[in-house]
């Protein structure tokens, strides 16, 4: 079994799935499996309910506690340095197969930081935006459940490339974005830009690939129960699944502010 959510890319987390009776989208089965036996019992759909709640609270709490005591003149470095913590706890889990309940909440709690003083900068700017954005990615994430659980969108191996090529074209006109604005252009190339279409159909796309990537998600999560992956996969799945929340909440945020008056 192989996730498309972007925390899962490459052989590290294939091999924490492969074995479990299911052969990756676009390739053979692997030759053994990534784990001995399971001497602990198969994951269900409560554990990643439950592992993906706690994620979630997780983050939530600390963005809160970001927003309310990180004074605005710390905001910048504070939000560097958990940039920075956010980016290797990410790594250690995605590449270092190391999925568990402290690093995955510990990632969950750095990221809360990062969330919080972004919701918190755009609040001040866009008064309600944040409110907004939260209503908009919890009616997103049903509409994607529904459609998923309709089967209106089957995941296939095509679709399943299309999400991957989409997800990295978006990443890579993000940092060439980042680039050409460091380097002396004041919009870099419009995609974040209020005064320019592009920006609007950019966001737009962002928040519907994030989507496609809960849907790859919710396979993944169904595939792993389907064929008794361990428990401890659980962490692995609640892992993606609020990256991609915060994926879609993110871009919400930021599609919502173009259309809203400063304060």
């Given at each position: 079994?192989e996730s498309?959510?972007?925390?899962?890319?490459?052989?590290?987390?294939d091999?924490r799935?492969?074995?479990?009776?299911?052969?990756?989208?676009g390739?053979?089965?692997?030759?053994?499996?990534?784990?001995a036996?399971?001497?602990?019992?198969?994951?269900?759909m409560?554990?990643v309910?439950?592992?993906?709640?706690?994620?979630?609270v997780?983050?939530?709490v600390?963005?809160?506690?970001?927003w309310?005591?990180?004074?605005?003149s710390?905001?910048?470095?504070?939000?560097v340095?958990?940039?920075?913590?956010?980016?290797?706890?990410?790594a250690?889990?995605?590449?270092?197969?190391?999925?568990?309940?402290a690093t995955?909440?510990?990632?969950a709690?750095?990221?809360g930081?990062?969330v919080g003083?972004?919701s918190h900068?755009?609040?001040?700017?866009y008064?309600g935006v944040?409110?907004?954005?939260v209503?908009?990615?919890?009616l997103?994430?049903?509409?994607?459940?529904?459609v998923?659980?309709?089967?209106?969108?089957?995941v296939?191996?095509?679709?399943?490339?299309?999400?991957?090529?989409a997800?990295?074209?978006?990443?890579?006109?993000?940092i060439?974005?980042?680039?050409?604005?460091?380097?002396?252009?004041?919009?870099?190339?419009g995609?974040?830009?209020?005064g320019?279409?592009?920006a609007y159909?950019?966001s737009?796309?962002?928040?519907?690939?994030?989507?496609?990537?809960?849907?790859?998600d919710?396979?993944?999560?169904?595939t792993g129960?389907?064929?008794?992956?361990p428990?401890?996969?659980?962490?692995?799945?609640?892992f993606?699944?609020?990256?991609s929340?915060?994926?879609?909440?993110?871009?919400?945020?930021r599609?919502?502010?173009?259309?809203?008056?400063?304060?």
């Amino acid at each position: 079994m192989e996730s498309r959510n972007p925390a899962f890319r490459g052989n590290a987390f294939d091999q924490r799935a492969g074995g479990y009776g299911a052969q990756p989208y676009g390739g053979a089965a692997y030759a053994a499996p990534g784990y001995a036996p399971a001497a602990t019992r198969p994951m269900t759909m409560d554990d990643v309910v439950v592992r993906g709640f706690l994620t979630l609270v997780t983050l939530m709490v600390t963005a809160a506690l970001a927003w309310a005591l990180v004074p605005t003149s710390l905001a910048a470095p504070v939000l560097v340095v958990a940039l920075i913590a956010e980016i290797g706890i990410w790594a250690f889990i995605a590449f270092g197969r190391k999925a568990n309940a402290a690093t995955v909440l510990a990632f969950a709690a750095v990221y809360g930081v990062v969330v919080g003083l972004i919701s918190h900068s755009y609040n001040d700017i866009y008064h309600g935006v944040v409110f907004q954005a939260v209503v908009g990615t919890a009616l997103a994430f049903g509409a994607t459940l529904a459609v998923y659980a309709l089967r209106i969108v089957r995941v296939t191996p095509k679709f399943a490339r299309f999400v991957m090529a989409a997800g990295l074209a978006l990443i890579g006109l993000m940092i060439v974005n980042l680039v050409v604005h460091l380097f002396g252009g004041d919009h870099g190339i419009g995609i974040r830009d209020p005064g320019s279409p592009l920006a609007y159909v950019f966001s737009v796309a962002a928040i519907l690939v994030g989507c496609f990537f809960l849907l790859l998600d919710f396979d993944a999560v169904e595939t792993g129960v389907r064929t008794g992956a361990p428990e401890k996969f659980a962490w692995y799945c609640a892992f993606g699944l609020v990256l991609s929340l915060v994926w879609i909440y993110l871009e919400i945020l930021r599609l919502l502010s173009y259309f809203s008056g400063r304060d």
